[in-house]
């Protein structure tokens, strides 16, 4: 039996997408071709295709596609007393904050929540932001993400502050944001599916996943938004615009405001909230 052979159990998924990719694709299209070919002939499997057709995607990708936007970031105030910087912690359960000074534009670097334990040991009165806190790393909005990717592992850094053309914060970015969009959202022991949907950030502000359903938000917020012709916040949002928004755009339903803050050519999926009147 030949080396060629199909039967020949040497022969691995690996040598044999080679084989295929050998008609030299022209284009990133050729290639998805070529790996969807392979999928449907069970040389991959669904989770393979994922992961090659995400890492495909994140080489023409730039970072203001998937960043987290400005809107969204939780930092800590240069001037902030130590007993808000842990409650801020505590409550967002991130391990990473942006630490800024007057304005959200002056970032004085990253504090990392790990460092903070020393000071059961050490004490209170030991604490000074300004000798914990590490340089920010700023990174344009335009930078691909296989380039940023390979910064966060050459130079061990795992948050960027990503900034506009004019200088000031758009967002920020994760190397788990990068490593999500090749193998999928990647979730931990702390994450909570029900605080994802509905999240305050301040007075009448509040986070609105595009998935949440009406029900849930009929329940928080006292409101009776139909649930006759969709199930989600989404969906309503998306009628009453009467076309798929952007981000940026803003709408007014009942007593609410939406503006849509994470979307992409299929559908919505944040949006940011704003009560127009109280309850009462």
Known sequence: MSDDSPGN???????????????????????????RAAHDNQILDNEALGI??????????????IMIP??????????????DILKLVIESNHSRFPVVGESADDIRGILLAKELLPLVLTGRENFRIDQMIRPATIIPESKRLNVLLREFR???????IVVDEYGGVAGLITIEDILEEIVGD??????DDEDDFIRRQANDHYLIAALTPIEDFNEHFGTGLSEDEFDTVGGIITQAFGHLPTVGETIVLEKFSFRVIEADGRQIHQMEMRLLANKD
């Open 154 to 160: 050459e130079q061990r850094y795992h948050m960027a």
């Open 186 to 191: 990647i979730e931990d022991e702390t994450d």
């Open 70 to 83: 400005r809107s969204r970031i939780v930092v800590i105030h240069y001037a902030d007393s130590l007993e």
């Open 9 to 35: 159990p040497d022969r691995t998924w690996l040598e044999r997408i080679s084989k295929a990719l050998s008609a030299e694709p022209k284009s990133r299209e050729d290639v998805v071709d070529l790996l």
């Open 52 to 65: 090659m057709e995400g890492a495909l995607k994140v080489s023409y990708q730039q970072v203001r596609e």
